[in-house]
């Protein structure tokens, strides 16, 4: 079973930067292509993908982030990472990591929620004004 876990979050004021890491175990088959992402839920917001990355390193962006944020992984450590910099309140949601296995040839939508099957607990990010 694959397992994800963030660490990373916390509160820091607008302009500011924040890097996340997700710690990602568990089932990995070369016989499939991985995707990993974050996402992120405001109260009361549905959930948004913000950055997603595939095995060969291909990245997506919201556009809302482009320009701030980074998407990156270090397979030899297992390693999702987010760096957000120039923060902003309207940042401030709980992220999560996800990561989904599919076979080559298989459309994905890097950026759409129901894609991925396995996901972290989430980490908070709170940016003030």
């Known amino acids: 079973q694959v397992q994800l876990v963030e660490s990373g979050g916390g509160s820091v004021q607008s302009g500011g930067s924040l890097r996340l890491s997700c710690v990602v175990s568990g089932y990995t088959s070369s016989n499939y292509m991985a995707y990993a992402a974050w996402f992120r839920q405001a109260p009361g917001k549905e959930r948004e993908g913000v950055a997603a990355?595939?095995?060969?390193?291909?990245?997506n962006y919201v556009d809302s982030v482009k320009g701030r944020f980074t998407i990156s992984q270090d397979n030899a450590k297992n390693t999702l990472y987010l760096q957000m910099n120039s923060l902003k309140p309207e940042d401030t949601a709980k992220y999560y990591c996800a990561r989904a296995y599919y076979t080559r040839g298989y459309r994905m939508k890097p950026l759409v929620s129901s894609e991925y099957k396995y996901w972290g607990q989430g980490t908070q990010v709170t940016v003030s004004s």
């Open positions: 990355i595939e095995s060969d390193d291909t990245t």
